[in-house]
């Protein structure tokens, strides 16, 4: 099996690679991730989510509103 070594160059060293990698985060999301992060936020921050919205929520993403519910209790 094939290690791959750290990117640690003298210029920026562990640091430089850590913050090029924490640059890489949300930015290079796709597109429908970052939509459905938009959509299931607020729900997440419900303390319920009645079926009709969780329902709505579901057909707007294309998912179920069952899955919907599993991916809030996540």
């Known amino acids: 099996m094939t290690q791959l070594a750290p990117e640690n160059d003298a210029a920026g060293g562990d640091e430089d690679v850590a913050r090029r990698v924490a640059e890489r985060g949300t930015v290079s999301l796709p597109a429908e991730a970052r939509r459905r992060a938009a ?3 607020p729900l997440a921050a419900q303390d319920a989510v009645p079926i009709a919205t969780a329902r709505d ?3 707007a993403l294309g998912l179920s509103e069952r899955t919907i519910y599993v991916l809030l209790r996540h």
């Open 39 to 41: 959509m299931m936020g």
């Open 57 to 59: 929520a579901g057909q």
